[in-house]
């Protein structure tokens, strides 16, 4: 069983900063990639960024620049540093990663509970 634990989520003024991280936890081979998504009211679920395991890393159009996603692979964790905040980042913003729980198994999805980012204009 995988657990994504997410953390760091809250209100900030635009043009702020915030710092979302995601640890995984449980019993499994090995993690493929780590990422973030969001999903505003009304709207879908988007990628935010993404980074496997090998360090390449990718960015929604809209956050780059603004946005890092960075992890630490001997402690299972990702960060998502987020600056420059705008109104229209708000959104629950939810941890995933593709796991694959024993060799040789098919890797899956898991997705965190997710972390409410409001940002006030």
């Known amino acids: 069983q995988v657990q994504l634990v997410e953390s760091g989520g809250g209100l900030v003024q635009a043009g702020g900063s915030l710092i979302l991280s995601c640890a995984a936890s449980g019993s499994f081979f090995s993690i493929n990639t780590m990422g973030w998504y969001r999903q505003a009211p009304r709207k879908q679920r988007e990628l935010v960024a993404t980074?496997?395991?090998?360090?390449?890393?990718n960015y929604a159009d809209s956050v780059k620049g603004r946005f890092t996603i960075s992890s630490n692979n001997g402690k299972n964790t990702v960060y998502l540093q987020m600056s420059s905040l705008k109104p229209e980042d708000t959104a629950v913003y939810y941890c995933n990663a593709d796991v694959r729980p024993t060799w040789p198994t098919r890797a899956s999805d898991y997705w965190g509970q997710g972390t409410q980012v409001t940002v006030s204009s």
């Open positions: 980074i496997t395991s090998g360090g390449a890393i």
